[in-house]
């Protein structure tokens, strides 16, 4: 599975953006998408993760009922909407695919245990 991200930008302060993660291969459905986020100087931080089939969230409390996942396996792409950005969202955004486990469902925090990557987007937040 090959990952590409997209859609990040600079945007002010209570704006919103959508970013895209597209994948290539026939059984995108059977993997669990996350998207993780790197600040300038901190680690990679989990945001959300969404199951194969698109029924099972899963958000930090950060970005919780601002960020929202979804995915549309018929073009085998996972989206996240990001609404009322706030400068602390400022951080390159990754895409990440794993097979649909019980396993990585439970240690999805676990940036390791995802099998593929995309090359990340720069979201920016301007106060």
């Known amino acids: 599975v090959q990952l590409q991200a997209s859609g990040g930008g600079l945007v002010l302060a209570g704006g919103s953006l959508r970013l895209s993660c597209a994948a290539s291969?026939?059984?995108?459905?059977?993997?669990?998408v996350g998207w993780f986020r790197q600040a300038p100087g901190k680690e990679r931080e989990f945001v959300a993760a969404?199951?194969?089939?698109?029924?099972?969230?899963y958000y930090a409390d950060s970005v919780k009922g601002r960020f929202t996942i979804s995915r549309d396996n018929a073009v085998n792409t996972v989206y996240l909407q990001t609404n009322s950005l706030e400068p602390e969202d400022t951080a390159v955004y990754y895409c990440?695919?794993?097979?649909?486990?019980?396993?990585?469902?439970?240690?999805?925090?676990?940036?390791?245990?995802?099998?593929?990557w995309g090359q990340g987007t720069q979201v920016t937040v301007s106060s």
């Open positions: 291969g026939r059984t995108f459905s059977r993997y669990l």
């Open positions: 990440a695919a794993g097979l649909d486990t019980i396993d990585l469902r439970a240690r999805r925090y676990n940036s390791n245990l995802y099998d593929f």
């Open positions: 969404l199951s194969g089939s698109g029924r099972t969230t």
